[in-house]
């Protein structure tokens, strides 16, 4: 095979966020800017020669160019098997799982989340490690920095592959396998959850189910595993086919971009579960009929009743959330007496807990559960979980959820979120925020007294490394919260997420409206921000 080095100039922007490199499709269509990226990388991994590399993408706009680009360069960089997905697709979960499980040297998916596709939309690309999970942030600052000096990328002469077709090319030393993107994601399924009894629940229509794949990656997963294998009807699946622009839709599992999913769980005859995931099908949203499960109490409610799941029988290790994330978790590791916890928003922060044994389950707000099973958040699996659940409990998703609260007390929550704020008027709230922190632990604001005001600096427990600025946090004596952060996964100005919470024990308030409950802080946080005030915005552009 023929080896070119072609000569390249460093672009300045190549910093990975939240999770990996996310960019408007035109900015990665600059030459060499995908190359670049790439070869950063690749550069800075420890010897890679004759390993194997995972591939595969939610099939957005640009996937497969962009996977034909990075397997020539793979040969060129010496990587030994090249394993992908039919269609150059794998979601980001079953990626994780097809690392590990081919004891791979790492993978590359191509994702930018829930975030539009499409020519003028967004495109991503992140690397995981040898454990299945996303790069830690030594590793990430290694790319970057090679990204600012590199100076030429090494790309092989070979002709596309087909992607198409399952099977085995040998070029020289290399070997690129196209895999079912599916079996080995759907046999790990099985071997968590009781599938005899979850087809036996949905065949004698105990529970009928809704789930919507948005046009994104996981309408081939959820159409095996819920209509092949469990037995759902065929119409419990919907916008299965993935598509290359989402539909025009944002690939978000929220009330608002999941919009036919919500107006069937909340219209005449619901069926008993709903659920949706996301463009690369990492993350979940789960409803009932006539019930939206945030994702915090998710998180909660499946620690609490993991033991039922016959993969967590023997109980859990401990949990862990992130910072911004609802303390009703920490309630059941209190209960149970298992270790809880607190890391900086971002699925590479669990890692090392997972993998050091220390935890089995955790989760974030923004629509993310998983466990130790893979080393990413799973959307499909936090489905199956709570159908597990319902299936076990003869609940429905309303009376578990209100079961919880009354065991437990509720963490009312909410997640306001204002999106492509001009950088430098963000930068000045945060600014404005730091400024104040100092003054306000004491002040009493209506019922709250500020208990502490900083700013989130997490400790790994397992390898000592430090990251700083992960958020603003004021803390009340009664336990709520408010936090401020900006999102590290926009593609447009800078996303301002202000996270609300406040403890409800009484079983009477339970079932209040989280905006009419948490009005006070909402106001309590403008007064601190200034967000509405500095750029004449009236409300967020997404409430969740
Ligand atoms: C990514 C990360 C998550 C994070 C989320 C939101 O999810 O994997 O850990 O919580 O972004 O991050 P931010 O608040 O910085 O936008 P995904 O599903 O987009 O890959």
């Excluded at 059941?332 to 993998?355: M, Q, R, S």
């Excluded at 921000?529 to 009236?538: D, F, M, Q, S, V």
Aim: aromatic share 10%; proline share 5%.
């Amino acid at each position: 095979m023929q080896i070119k080095t072609i000569t390249t100039h460093p672009y300045n922007d190549q910093n990975p966020g939240t999770s990996g490199l996310r960019k408007k499709v035109k900015v990665f269509q600059q030459p060499g800017y995908l190359e670049n990226f790439v070869q950063a990388i690749f550069d800075s991994l420890d010897d890679l020669t004759g390993k194997i590399l995972v591939l595969g993408g939610d099939g957005r706009y640009f996937n497969r160019p962009a996977i034909q680009v990075i397997i020539k360069m793979a040969a060129a960089n010496g990587f030994g098997e090249l394993i992908i997905g039919q269609g150059g697709l794998l979601s980001t979960p079953a990626a994780s799982h097809i690392i590990r499980k081919y004891n791979a040297f790492g993978g590359l998916i191509l994702s930018a989340s829930h975030n539009p596709g499409g020519p003028d939309e967004d495109f991503g690309i992140k690397y995981n490690v040898s454990n299945g999970g996303p790069a830690p942030e030594k590793d990430t600052n290694a790319f970057y920095q090679r990204s600012l000096v590199i100076d030429s990328y090494k790309i092989a002469s070979i002709e596309d592959i087909d992607l198409d077709h399952i099977g085995t090319h040998k070029i020289d030393n290399l070997s690129i396998t196209i895999i079912d993107p599916v079996a080995d994601y759907a046999e790990l399924m099985q071997s968590i959850f009781d599938f005899n009894l979850l087809k036996q629940s949905i065949s004698s229509g105990y529970i009928t189910l809704l789930f919507d794949a948005m046009h994104a990656i996981t309408g081939p997963y959820a159409k095996k595993i819920f209509i092949d294998i469990l037995g759902a009807t065929p119409d419990s699946v919907i916008n299965a086919e993935p598509l290359e622009d989402f539909g025009g839709h944002h690939p978000d599992p929220n009330l608002a971009h999941a919009q036919e999913l919500a107006e069937r769980m909340f219209g005449l005859a619901p069926p008993v579960f709903g659920a949706a995931s996301d463009g690369d099908g990492d993350r979940n949203m789960i409803t009932g009929s006539n019930i939206f499960v945030t994702p915090s109490d998710s998180l909660a409610i499946m620690a609490a009743n993991a033991h039922l799941i016959p993969a967590y029988a023997k109980g859990l290790r401990g949990v862990a959330r992130s910072m911004p994330t609802s303390q009703a978790v920490d309630r059941v590791a209190a209960h149970y007496n298992i270790p809880c916890y607190e890391t900086p928003t971002g699925w590479k922060f669990f890692g090392n807990l997972l993998d050091a044994g220390k935890i089995t389950l955790c989760g974030e707000e923004s629509f993310g559960t998983g466990s130790d099973h893979v080393r990413e958040k799973d959307g499909l699996w936090a489905v199956l979980f709570w159908l597990n659940l319902i299936a076990i409990k003869r609940q429905s998703v309303t009376d578990i959820v209100n079961e919880h609260w009354q065991k437990f007390g509720r963490d009312i929550y909410c997640r306001h979120d204002y999106e492509a704020v001009e950088i430098n008027i963000a930068n000045s709230i945060v600014d404005h925020l730091r400024n104040q922190l100092p003054t306000l632990p004491r002040q009493t604001f209506a019922e709250y007294t500020v208990k502490y005001a900083d700013e989130f600096s997490y400790e790994d427990s397992i390898d000592g490394s430090i990251s700083s600025n992960q958020g603003i946090r004021i803390g009340f004596e009664n336990g709520s919260r408010i936090i401020f952060r900006l999102s590290g996964t926009g593609t447009v100005g800078a996303t301002l997420r202000i996270y609300l919470e406040r403890f409800e024990a009484d079983a009477s308030k339970h079932n209040q409206n989280a905006q009419v409950a948490l009005a006070t802080l909402i106001n309590l946080a403008e007064q601190f921000c200034e967000i509405k005030k500095r750029t004449g915005r009236t409300e967020p552009n997404v409430v969740t």
